[in-house]
Structures are given as C-alpha cells and as structure tokens.
C-alpha cells in the first residue's frame, strides 16, 4: 500500500527543500513517497520563531494542505514543532490526514520513556511550545524545557557549536531534571540526534524524522481501517458552498 | 486620560459593524473612543465558525491590529470568542493591548462566580473554546458548555427564538451542571443578556461588552503604571529588519 | 459614574493609612473615592503574618465590609494578598463588589504574561498564598515563589535593602524559573514596582494598586450590566432573620 | 496511651453537645477522652451554612482551639464540614493536633473506594467544600455533590424523611455518578450512616465518627513517633511576644 | 524490513489464539509476522476481569516476554486492555519494544478526535482502566466510560446482541457525552468497530488492532533510528547475575 | 478489640523478618498482633527495586494476602514502597484490609505538612513512585524525590553513611525545594527516622511505622463502622466458582 506524504516547509524560503528531501528519502517506507515543499516563492518569512510570522503564512500554508488532498496525497505534515493550525488543516481535509512535529515527537516520546525534555533555540519559543505540550495531555511528563540561543538559521551553521551546545543541555535535563527522552524542538534541529543519543545512552527524537513516520502510521490505519481525523467536532470540515463561493483555499 | 480601541470585526463583512459602533458606544467610558471596524471588504468568510476561516483572514485581522497601533490605538479588541491569535497580535504590537471575548468573559466569570456555563451555537465550536478555557486555567470552573443549534448568522434572526432556546439551555446550565455564571459564547450573540439575567438571576457575561470593558481596564494600567504585555518570551516583537524586509504586516 | 471604594487595611493599627490614602489617591480614577480605614483601634496584630491573625480579625474585618455596602461603598477591598475570607465578604455583600490583591494581582499578570513569580517576605505565607493561586486556577501559569526574609514591617524600613533583595530575587525570578512577570506578594511592599520593572523590563505588579484597579472595573461591570457577584451558590446571602436576630454584623 | 480529644461543635448553642458527647462516647477507643465543647454561650449562630457565619465565630473557635492545648488535650477537632481555619488552628497549636471532619473523611474514603460522592445539605454549601476536595488532592476522586435540600437543623427533625433523602440522593451518586463510597457532608448528618451502608452496600463515611478516629490515629502516631504537624511553613506557630502582647488568644 | 511480532493473549486458554491469528494476519503489514501465544496450559484464569487474575498470570506473561525477545521479536503486544506490567515487559526487554491496548488505542485515538469514549464490558473495569487514562496523560480528552454489561467471554456469543449494546452505548456516548471518537476496552471486542463506525460516522478504535499497528509503528522507528524505550530510569533492565543466580524469568 | 495485622515482607528472603518483627512490637498498639511473613524461601528476589521483580513474586504475595485473611488477619500489609498489587490483594480480600507504605505515608504526610520530598535509594525508582503519588492524589504536595545511591540492601550496611547521606538529601529537599515534611521511600530506610527528624526539626515518616499505624486505624473503622474497602468497582471480589475451579490462590 503505497503511501503519498507531503512534507511543508512553512517559509517563504525554499532553503531547506532539497535537504529534507534528501533525508526523508532515507528514513521512509520504502513504497513511501515523502515530497517537499515550501511556501510559494515571495518576500516572507524564512522561519517562523514568532507566532505573528506563523500567521502571515498560515493561508499559504493551508492551501498547501487542502491542495495536498487534491493532488492525493495521504497526509499532509506541517513542518514547525509550534504545529501551527492543526485543527484548520485537520478541518478542510476530507480524508487526508495531517500531523506536525510536536504532536508525533511527545507521542513517541511519552511511550518510550516517562519524562521528557525538549531543546529549543530560544526562551521565545516555550510559551507557545509549551502550551501545546498541556494541550495534547503531557505536562506530566515534562522534565524541562532547555534553549541553546540559537535561532532556527544557526542550527545547521556551525554543527560542531550547535551539537556541543545541544550535548550540554541535554546532559543536564538527563542529570538535573530527571529526563530520560529528549525531543529536539525544531525540525531545523536535524542531523544531531544519532550523535546525542550516543552520548547521552537515551532516546533522543527528531523532530523531522519524528513526524514522517507517524504519518506513515496514520496513513496506514486511515486507508486500512478508516480511523482518519473524527469529523463530528472540531474537525468538521466547513461546507462546501461557503468555502466555493468565497473562493477560499483555492 | 482618553483612551481609544479599536474593535475588529474579523469578517469579511460590515454587516455587524454599525451595529457594534452603536452597542459599544452606549457601554463605554465617557472619554473612550471605540471605533469598529471590519476586514478589507472582499470575497471572505463572514464568520469563524471554522478554523480554517480564521486561519484564512488572519493575516488581514494581524495587519489591522498592526495599523491600530500604527493609528495610535490604546487597544485593540479581536471580535471571535475564539480568541483567534492573540499571541501574535500582542507580540507586533509594542505598546498597545491586544484582548479578545473569552479571555475577558472567563476573568470576568470567574470573578464573580464560582462554575461556568457557556452557550455557544454549535457542539462544532466547543473543541477549540474548552481548549482555550483550559488554557486561561479555568477547567476547574468550567460547569458545561450548551449549544443551542445556531450558526452566528443565526442569532439576530429571530430574537424571540434566540432568547427561548438561550433561556432553555441556561436554565439547564443553572440547574443541573451546577453553573451560577452563564457566559455567551459569541459575540454576535449580543443583545440577550439583559434578559436572561433577569430571568435567571446569575450573571450572563455579554462577549461583545466584555472585551471592551476588559480593554479599558488592561489600557488604564498600561498608560498609568506600564503594566503591558510582557515582551520578554511568549509575547517579544519580532525583529524590525526581518519586518521590514519582508514588508509583513503593511 | 462615580465610585467609592473602601480599602480595608485589616491590621488593628493606622500606621499604613495615610500612606494608602495618599497613594491611591494617586492612581484612582478622577470620579472615583477610595476611603481608607483599618480595624478599631485596640491592641491587635498590626500585621497579618500568620493565619491565626488573620482569624481573630476577620469579624472586624467582615463588619467594615458589612459597614462599607451600608454606606454606599461600590466596592470594598480586603487589603492583604492571603485575600482573606473573601467568599464571606461577597456573601454578605448585597450588591457591592468585593476584591482583594491576590485574585486581582494574578488576573491582570496572567492576562499580561505567561508565567509568574510572586515575591514574598517570608517562606512561611507561601502555602497559604500558593493554595490561592492554585484555587484562582493559576497553578499552571506559577513559575515561583521567592522570599527575601523580611516581614511585613520591614518592607518600608529601609528602602535600598528593600530593593536590593527584591530585584536579587526578581531577576533569579527570571532568569532561572522563567517567569515573564512579576507579582509582589504583600500590599505593604508598595512602592518598589516602578523601579523593579525599569530595570528587569518585564511587568511588575502592585499589590496595593492591582485590587483597586480592579476594583473600579468590577464597580464599572456591575453598575452598567449587573455584573456583581453571583448570589445563586457560594456568595448566597445569609436570611435577613438570622442575622438580624444574632445582630451578627453590626 | 490515654487520649485526650476536644470535640468542638462550632456554634453558639450547646443543642447538640449532649448527643455528641454519647455518640462519640461510644466510638471511641477505651483510654480515651473525648470531651464535648460548643462556643461561649452568647447570640450567634447555631449553624455555620455560611461562610459569613463561621468568619464571625472563628475567634471563639479558635480561642476554645488555644484553650483546649492548654489544658492538655492532645487533640482538637473542628466539628463543621467546611473544615474552618485548619491552618490557623494547627499554627496556634505547638504539640496538638488538630482536625476536622472534610478532612477525615476524605482520606478515608479514597483509602477505601475510587471514587466518591458527597451528600449536602444545600447547594450553597458545595461551592466552599468542592474547594477543600481540590485543596487535599481529590478532586479526581470526587463523584459528584448531591444535595437533599435540607438545612443542619433539618437532618435531624424527622428521620425518615432524611433517611429517605439520603438513600435517594446516595442512590443516584452510585448508579449515576459511579460513586463507590458515599460521604456525608455535615456533622449533624449523623445517626444514618449505618442504615444508608446496608442499604446501598457501599462504605458510608460519617462526618462525626471519621474525625474522631482520625484524630486518635493522628494523636498516637504524635506521641509516639512525634509526627505532628510540621511547624516549618505553613503551620509555623506566631511569636509568642506578639500573641502575648496583644493579649491574642486568652 | 521484516518485523516479528509476539501478541500474548494473557490468558490460561488459546481459546481466541486462532482467531486472532487470523485476524492479525489480515491486518499486519506485508512483511511483518505475528505471532500469537496464550499462556501455558493449565488450569487458570481464561480471562482478566479481575486485578487478581492478573497478578496470578504475570509471571508468566512476563516469561512470554522475555522469551519473545530470546527468539528474536522485535515487539511483544500484552493482550488485554489493563495494560498488565507494562513497566515490567519494557524492564526487561533489551531492545524488543513493548506495547498494550490501551496504550495504542488512546495515543490514536487523542490524535484523531478531542474527546474519547471508552466501551466497556462491566463497570467492574473502569477504575483500573481510568488510572491507566490519567497515567497516559489523557484526563482531559476522557469523556465517559459506558459498561455494556457483558464479560470477556459474552462479547463474542451472540454478536447481534453485543453489537447492539455498543450501539447504543457509543450513541450515547456521542451525543450525550460529548464523544468524537470511541475506543473499544477490550481486546474481545474485535469484529465490531467497522459496522460500529459506519453508523456511528466517528472513528472507532479497535483494541485488538490498535496494539499491532502501533507496535509495527515502533519497532520500525526502533530499529532505524535506535528509538526504543529508555533504560535510565523506569524501565532500566535489572543486573543480569541477579537474574540469572535467582533464575527470574528462564 | 484485638487487632491482628500481618506484614509481609514481599521478597524471597527471610533477611528482615526478625528485624521487622522485633521493631513492629515496640510501636504497634497493645492489643495489636503484628506477624511477620516473608515468601515461601526459594530461590528469588531478595528486594524489589526492579518492577519485573514484583511481578515474579507477585503470586505469592498474593496467596500471603489470601492466606492472612483466612488465618483471621484483620489487615495485610505490602511491605514495599511501590504497593505492589494493591488492587487485587483489596480484590480478594473479603472483609480484611489491606494497605501498603507509600498510601499510609503520603496520607500521613499530607496531613502533617503542606509539602513533601520522598528520600529514595535510586532515580530508578522514581517513576514507579511517582506515578502513585499522582495516583493517590498527592502531586500538588510533592516537592521532589532525591535518592541517595543506594540499594534497598545498602541501606542498613554503614548506618553513618546512610544517616549521613539521608540528612544531605533531606536537608536539600527543604531548604532548596520547599519540603516541609519528608518520606523515608523504602520499608529498609528503618531506624534512622527520629534522628532525621531530631536534626531537620520536621517531621520525618518512616515506611515501616507508618503502613502499620494506618493499617491498625483502618482496622478498627473497619470493624467498629463496617468502614472496609468498597466491594462495588474496582475491589470487587472475584467469582467463587471460578476462583475455585481454577485452584487460584491456594
């Protein structure tokens, strides 16, 4: 059973296409197919530590979505460990399935161990991280939030600076706060787990990687047994006639 | 010390804004000015009663919270009891107050009150408010929500109708989920609570006259003691080149 | 719209109230009174420290809100950051609004930050103050409590060390729990808030000034709309008979 | 190890004196005392529905508290199921213990059951109790509240109509609410317990009998092991040159 | 890559094992195998209503585990929906992940719908059931347990009659609870989540199915990317001399 | 009323039974029976620090459990810190009580302080641990868990060094993490409680002392009120028939 992923890079910037690409090509399914995109091609944001960049690209990036259900694609994952406007994506698609880092990453993570800490970039980012944690039910679990002062373009700079950092963070969720599973906290965090988790001896998840395979996971469950998104509540898709006379994710 | 807000209908309509402009008028401060205005007119969604509405007039809902404060704007009040992005709105904006209706009604409600009702028009909606009611810190007080079979456009059709199936589903509220505040779940359901708190004999917290009051408060202790947002995580500005480059919010 | 308010400072001493008065005649609304009175003058605690303080004054402190609805108060306020017996006050409250620094401190922080810190004096007031915080619903929004070893009379004796110890504890406040905002957990740590919020940059709040603030809101909310506290459960006012015939009040 | 406990019975009136003292003459254990003690007599309440009301009494309850360590009881128990001033009862007591009825119970029942309901007299009363539910950490315990519509002067009037109440309301608890123990929530509930648990065949916890044992569980435990209430934080007993000073507790 | 997994029907009786033999076959991925074992035969419990059923089984269900992994599974799935001794299979298992029902069931069924039923047979089940929610972190995503009355061995005697009750339990569920996805407690309640969904419209989570699909989940991202359960804390393998002088688990 | 209580000590070894037996005498009430079992002597599990550990000997701890009650024990008592099978053992027993230390501890402590820290011998322990404090209600009140490295058999080894070790880690947990009470994690921490306690100044629970005084309490509400565990839910015992014909815990 063939399965059709599109990964969206939310920026208006397509910088990070080909890499994904190329990694994701490694980890998936072999009857997988794991295309990239990033947001049509124009003066905008590049990454989006800040939840008002979130939301000048939040059309685009929904439009990707429901363009994805018609090119037929089996999910949609949304790029951004804030998983920004999973409710909307999950909402105007009708079968597709839809997930975003943070969602795959806690729900892998609160299985393989019981106290996590994630590694952001920046203090910035927890709130809303954070918040997003509760949401899906795993304050419990928390250990820590640790951030590292980069932002989401120094990740990948200087890979020897951003992994010591990373080690040193790590190590003191693991020894300090209890941690026994580290999350990475940005997609852009990619390219450092396997070294972390050789050092560190505990699972360390990526946030790229992470949401590839749940969407494996979710896709086969959807097409075998029909377990897709609930569309009784908050994922209820709006009708058709608003959405085609107001042109709306066109 | 004069204050003014700016009310955002964010619709693609001004079907309720003269309305909003005569309401409000009648319950603000006597030196408030509240003006209300509408999204940019064009093909758009009418209501939010789907998320993926407001993901899609959400950057036009950021760009008029952005000019508010451009337009000296004390305050700017986002009109869906969604409370559809607020981070954002309070993070581009550097001095001014950012509010919406259910963050007011639940300060309010549970201020005066003990357990909390809220009546929204459809069970679609109640997904994304309880999350916002848990968010707030408010599920220990949160007695139920009712859905009265209404879409916003429903609402001011028939108002004898609204008021009967209001009343019903309030009593219920009062009666068998304990509640002893009712809290009207869209702000297009003005006009009601006068009556239904003479009937029932508990607050009802209005979510068109909450937010405005809340903003005359929230701009008062800004203006007289700094007391604003703060801009050091959740809420910091992003950084003005990468603003102004991209030419984001004009 | 006119509004009187009475701040109850329910310590058996008048020592702090012609400070009070002429501080919050300072930060009042022009139309508003705020009257300033303590308990009778009689050998008492001059401080409430301890809990079984707060007990032998409350019957004093329960008759000056009684006294205050009967003299045409629109609100009193309780001027202690335990918020002490503020479900009796508002019982015996017919119509007049009753509030109190902590609910008042930690619903405006919690509108402006997201994650909170309250500065004490000693490590003793903190169960009785962290009970509150988690009972108003902010459990999750608490960063920390910081004591700085000084009791209630000490706070004004020498204002450098005052500071000192505040912004010592502040900014470990912020720098290593994560708070974005900052409560100061004691009405008589007045005075301190403007400094502390220049240099720390994120928003500190004045638990004399909060309750009076909200106060005027809740005055404004309840005369306009009948927004006062719900006497349907908890704030039920006691039969008239019962009191009358105990004279319990008077 | 003789046991000496205080019973005190909250109100101005001794009507319920002499019943206690042969009812809990007759559940405690053998080399115990247990003395029975209502507040001077004097007009005031002789119930404490309101929470007005136990504030205008707290003195005198607390006063009989001081009292009661003095003359060498090692136990003091605060007979209303609001559990008034606990915390300020255990910071004036040095050695003694001090409990009350909420408190008792609830650590029973959820030792004994999953899950529990508590039966009120009035819905007024529910509000301030569900708080101490949530305060000792049992809110995911808690069933539901079911109130019989009955005052404290009313459960024991006519038996059978109380009995007929509490078996109907404890009824629905259990077959609706899936309680597994039931809780009476008053004092003066007292005398149905036995009947209600044949009947329903679940625990029913008595709100006059559970503090008592408690109390010499806890009064053992103390003297044996010195397991009192700890006097660092919240319990820290005030200096004795302020109490004395203001002649405070005599 | 072929992934080999163990399910254990944790039960004295292969009276199901060919059954589900055949049902997981239809399910499993291509090159997966599952296999599956019942306990040694003997004279015991055929199946776990009770907690003590379970105790008496554990050692050897735990066998089973140890041995799955000697003989080269990737995945060992404990077969019934108490989730037995999940902390101990993953003890000691080295590398083999380790999954159960409820575990898999509720980690989809929070990511497809807001609000989750769960279908039991006996209202016996449900504490130990709610723990293992709570545990998981998913309180606040429960919206009923519904007992059909019925036991293990009933579910499959006359499937009109069982079907029927499920109807009527998840419609109730659905529109009286507010449920948007139901789950199945029990793995004995196979063969009915497809018509269930059909009529229902919401997604219906089999827990015989569930525990097999995210087990494939597993193993898969454990053996690409070493992400299997942490061995720091709770699930750390006990020092192989003790096992081996105590003969633990041969 | 005689009580006669049975401790049993859950490991394959005999190592603490005298140890126990001597200790119990001196703090059980007079007319209290404390007997003191370990598991029938065969090679296996000296300690339970590992929860497959628990699981091997959970069988037999079980059929002590069985035995104890038709011996006439009125209460068993689970000598571990993790309260092994707590549910079942309540399952099977009729009328019999059953506790364990962690329960009667955090019962205990709850009502002694307002915040706790558990002293264990290894971060292995921790989830396990925690995961019943949370359970039984107690997360709000936990102010942390320090271990000590050291293993359930090192404890009684070098009393200096533990003492020494206890009183670092004690110390820390109420000078840094705000503990005002402290649980002794291991039923093998015994002896050292009252010199802890002597030299931190708050009170300092023993696992050993306090299952056993909870235990007597229970006891006698049992036998006095017909106050045992409630045979509706989760403790309902199993069939007869079954239990017999399958020679369960014989």
């Known amino acids: 059973m063939g399965k059709k992923l599109l990964w969206i890079n939310p920026f208006k910037t397509d910088l990070f ?14 009857d997988t197919v794991v295309d990239v995109v990033s ?3 124009a003066l905008g944001p590049t990454h989006l530590e800040y939840s008002s960049y979130e939301v000048m690209i939040m059309p685009d990036m929904l439009k990707a979505v ?17 998983d920004p406007m999973l409710r909307a994506a999950r909402e105007i698609s009708k079968k597709m399935v839809v997930t975003a880092p943070a969602e795959a990453c806690l729900h892998i993570a609160t299985t393989l161990g019981e106290s996590l800490s994630i ?6 980012w927890i709130p809303e991280m ?4 509760h949401k899906y039910g795993f304050a419990d679990k928390l ?22 950092r990373m080690k040193f963070a790590a190590r003191e969720a693991v020894e300090k706060d209890g941690a026994n599973v580290i999350v990475l906290g940005c997609t852009v965090e990619f390219g450092f787990y396997h070294s972390l988790q050789e050092e560190l001896g505990v699972p360390v998840i ?16 959807n097409k075998k047994f029909g377990w897709g998104h609930s569309k009784l ?18």
Chains 1, 2, 3, 4, 5, 6 share one sequence.
């Not at 080909?18 to 072999?30: D, H, S």
């Not at 037929?72 to 949304?78: E, L, V, W």
């Not at 250990?143 to 010591?164: C, N």
């Open 143 to 164: 250990a820590s939030f640790k951030h590292i002062e980069m932002g989401v373009h120094d990740f990948q700079k200087d890979h020897d600076e951003t992994l010591k």
């Open 206 to 221: 990526d946030a790229s990687i992470a949401p590839v395979k749940y969407a494996e996971f979710l896709v086969e469950i």
């Open 119 to 124: 590694i952001v970039g920046r203090r910035k």
């Open 66 to 82: 429901k363009r994805a259900e018609e090119e037929g694609y089996d999910a949609a994952i949304i790029g951004c460990f804030y």
């Open 39 to 41: 947001l049509p091609p």
């Open 233 to 250: 509540d908050g994922y209820q898709s709006p009708p058709e006639e608003e959405v085609n006379h107001w042109k709306l994710f066109g």
């Open 17 to 30: 296409d080909e890499t994904f690409r190329n990694e994701l090509a490694k980890i998936k399914q072999p």
């Open 130 to 133: 954070k918040e997003n944690v």
